[in-house]
């Protein structure tokens, strides 16, 4: 255990004085700035208005930033390490390899996590400053979201640091992970189902197997539980699971998947060339 915070202590280190954690930063933060500056909390879409309107479209931003972030810094773990020669130094010390791989994993969680939903706590409370209603279930319930969400794609993003030998393979195949999340969240499903002629609870079913696809529904849901911007595919979703059904769904698959990719990245290191 004394090991693992070490590791844990020196990823989070290592990861602050990096550079793409201050781009993380600028984009997330500076994001909800530019919301502010725009006025959108001032303007309406669907019956959405004031800092509701502004969580709406900050969720909508996380939808397409944050899963390649994720991956990108989450694959350049391992196989950076191998690289730059810097495992053939740490297993010169008593630092068991369970430590050092859930270390680096937890370590990053803690760097990725923190900001993204820090700044959208900060945009309430500058809200709540300006007089506007805090959601405050909400947020609560969007930070669960957020974290689940960044824990999937870094399970992807270890299995895949832990399986290539070269960097750039593994960052290649980190932005076809993220390709193939945001190409299933609609486009490529709706054309199944005019083409083929596929059920649509197969399709509603295939849509569901995509963490992306999960963390917008329930962002959607929250602000609107009949989600009628999907029209009849709501009503598929709504019958097999219920809106409480559903909230609980998208908390739990993502998860347990990106718990699940991290087991068999960690299998994958143990009994792998480690240098």
């Known amino acids: 255990m004394k090991a693992l915070l070490l590791m844990v202590q020196t990823e989070i280190q290592e990861s602050l004085r990096a550079r793409w954690f201050f781009t993380y930063l600028f984009i997330f933060g500076g994001a909800v700035l530019l919301l502010f500056t725009l006025r959108i909390t001032e303007s309406q879409v669907m019956g959405f208005t004031g800092l509701g309107r502004l969580l709406l479209t900050y969720i909508q931003l996380a939808v397409a930033i944050l899963p390649i972030f994720v991956l990108i810094t989450m694959v350049r773990t391992v196989v950076g390490d191998k690289e730059n020669n810097v495992m053939e130094y740490l297993l010169s010390l008593p630092i068991p390899l369970a430590a050092y791989y859930w270390g680096k994993l937890l370590g990053r969680f803690v760097v990725i996590f923190i900001p993204v939903t820090l700044t959208m706590f900060a945009a309430a409370l500058w ?111 709504q019958d097999k699971l219920g809106v409480k059904g559903f909230m609980v769904f998208a908390q739990a698959y993502p998860m347990l998947l990106g718990w699940l990719l991290s087991l068999v990245g960690y299998k994958i290191f143990k009994s792998g060339d480690l240098i």
């Open 127 to 237: 809200g709540a400053l300006k007089g506007f209603d805090v959601p405050w279930a909400l947020l609560g319930y969007y930070s669960l979201l957020l974290g689940t969400l960044s824990w999937c794609y870094m399970g992807f993003g270890i299995l895949i640091s832990t399986m290539v030998r070269r960097l750039e393979v593994g960052l290649g195949l980190g932005f076809l992970v993220w390709l193939v999340s945001l190409f299933f969240i609609d486009i490529i499903l709706i054309g199944v189902l005019i083409r083929q002629h596929v059920g649509e609870n197969t399709v509603v079913m295939l849509a569901l197997l995509n963490p992306l696809q999960d963390f917008r529904l329930a962002a959607i849901m929250l602000f609107d539980p009949e989600m009628s911007v999907l029209g009849p595919t709501a009503l598929v979703i």
